[in-house]
């Protein structure tokens, strides 16, 4: 098994042990009768030291961490969209975005302590708890902060704020989340409920291996009112069931979403190739959706961009079936 297919194996495991905030309410001011007795500003308290409270407990960092390492792929995504990628003294492997990423040999799947010990981090973003990397790199001195795969927006949200604490850069974050969240709003509401739900099948890999409702990804679909046919598979819950082909092609869905594109060479034409796939509506309207495997499987900024994907998809489908 190659490095990238190890990777998508580690994210979806990840993605099922993924846990699941709500906004805080805001009292309206009063203003004061008389200007002359406002009371003085109160300064701004110092941005450090800070307690977080994350996935693995509450984590102090002391001061303004320079020296930032990222194991995750996401984390690294979230860190450069808040402003504080100037920060981020190496990433790991998987890291593919932004370009300017310092990207190194690091595994965050398969971590070394000593390469990791050796970039001098002052902060360690993980995903996946493999060992006891948190406690190891403690040990040695090293804040760490875990941060696994999100079960819902919310979750996204929460670790955006998380590292706008840990970088000293909360005011970036805090914007970051409210436009991600009428990006979203406005994506979900452009589109119109249809009388009857378009079926979908998301492929993770070209083994069928796909994803139920109750997961993240699978929540980004039932957004804009997509009907999963991954759902009456999943006997056992976990949410990510690998299907049969035989299946997929009796469950004729109205959209096949590619997130094997990278990993697997996946489009229209080798899904056209596959035995009776000919035969499924998806494939015979050409609403066979490739998409970027790093977007699919991340939970960082760029969720907007994967539902756009998604939105479009939506509306296309839509509208020719109305023509």
Known sequence: ??????????????????????????????EPDDPATESPAEPTAPAFPVTIETASGDVTIDERPERIVSLSPTATEMLFAIGAGDQVAAVDDQSTYPDGAPRTELSGIEPNLEAIAGYEPDLVVYSIEVGELG???????????????????????????????????????????AEMRREIEALVASIEPAAEPLRFFHELDDTYYSVTSST???????MVGLENIADAADDTGGGYPQLSA???VEANPDLIFLADTKCCGQSLRTVSNRPGWDRITAVRTGNV?????????????????????????????????AA
């Open 1 to 30: 098994m190659g490095r990238r297919s190890s990777f998508l194996l580690f994210t979806i495991l990840a993605l099922v042990a993924g846990a699941c905030g709500s906004d805080s309410p805001t009292t309206a001011a009063t």
């Open 289 to 321: 959706i490739r998409l970027d495997d790093d977007v699919a499987s991340r939970w960082g900024p760029r969720v907007i961009q994967y539902l756009r994907a998604i939105a479009y998809a939506v509306a296309a489908a839509e509208e020719a079936s």
């Open 135 to 177: 406690t190891s790199l403690s040990g040695l001195g090293i804040t760490a902060m875990l941060q696994p795969a999100a079960a819902a927006l919310d979750g996204v949200y929460d670790q955006i704020g998380e590292l706008g604490l840990a970088t000293g850069h909360a005011a970036e974050a805090e914007d970051l989340v």
């Open 246 to 248: 035989e299946y997929i």
């Open 216 to 222: 993240f990804i699978g929540q980004l679909y039932a």
